[in-house]
């Protein structure tokens, strides 16, 4: 069945570390995959995302790694903030190609030390 | 430019009422999707309109239904409500005609069912 998954319910890091939250998908017809942050009472908002025929993309403090192989996402942050602190979602389009359709992991809440 | 809002904020209903739930994408949006999103876990896909025409449907009953107005904005309606409807309801818009097009969210509405 189509699922996205994410290794670790909960990442702590000292600020100023970097940041490496991972995540697993099994839909093989997924060609597009984003990541979002969702702060407390707030929906989710767009970091970064990626298509199928790249494997690195990066933005501002972002790179996002894709692994068609292994069916592995992972979302890497440069020098955390604690304003990076918040519910870190991967997302994929799934079979259906569409990005209005999307598939979500569970989230991994990133918890950033002072 | 405004992003996308959702109305109400917060709702508490009883059990067995109907909900109307309201959204305007952001400006120039054509197509627009309803998510809903349980405590503790990533949103999940109710529907997609675009263009006023439901281009998806999630695994949700039929007490869900949607639509889209000429002015792209769209109403989420359940009825009958039950216990397990209590949940963050977003809304999000996509650029149209473009493929893999970026997903925006609002800030959702909660709703509560006592």
């Known amino acids: 069945g189509e699922n996205v998954g994410l290794h670790l319910p909960t990442l702590s890091v000292q600020e100023g570390d970097n940041s490496i939250i991972n995540c697993a998908y099994s839909n093989s017809a997924s060609d597009y995959f984003i990541w979002y942050k969702q702060e407390s009472g707030k929906g989710p908002q767009f970091i970064i995302d990626i298509r199928s025929n790249m494997d690195k993309r990066q933005g501002q403090r972002v790179t996002v790694l894709l692994n068609k192989t292994v069916k592995h996402l992972s979302l890497q942050i440069a020098a955390t903030q604690p304003g990076d602190s918040a519910v870190y979602f991967c997302a994929e389009n799934g079979s259906s190609g569409n990005t209005g359709k999307l598939i979500f992991g569970q989230g991994t809440t990133l918890q950033v030390k002072p | 430019d405004a992003g996308v809002t959702q109305s109400p904020t917060h709702l508490i209903k009883t059990r067995g009422q109907q909900v109307t739930l309201r959204c305007s994408p952001i400006?120039?949006?054509?197509?627009v999707s309803w998510y809903q999103q349980v405590l503790g876990q990533g949103p999940q896909f109710i529907f997609q309109y675009y263009e006023k025409e439901e281009r998806g449907r999630g695994n949700f009953p039929d007490r869900f239904s949607a639509r889209q107005f000429p002015n792209y904005s769209s109403e989420l309606n359940v009825n009958a409500l039950l216990l397990g409807d209590s949940a963050l309801y977003l809304c999000?818009?996509?650029?149209?005609?473009?493929?893999?097009?970026?997903?925006?969210f609002g800030s959702g509405t909660q709703l509560s069912v006592l």
């Open positions: 999000a818009s996509s650029l149209p005609g473009q493929g893999n097009e970026k997903l925006f």
């Open positions: 400006s120039g949006h054509k197509s």
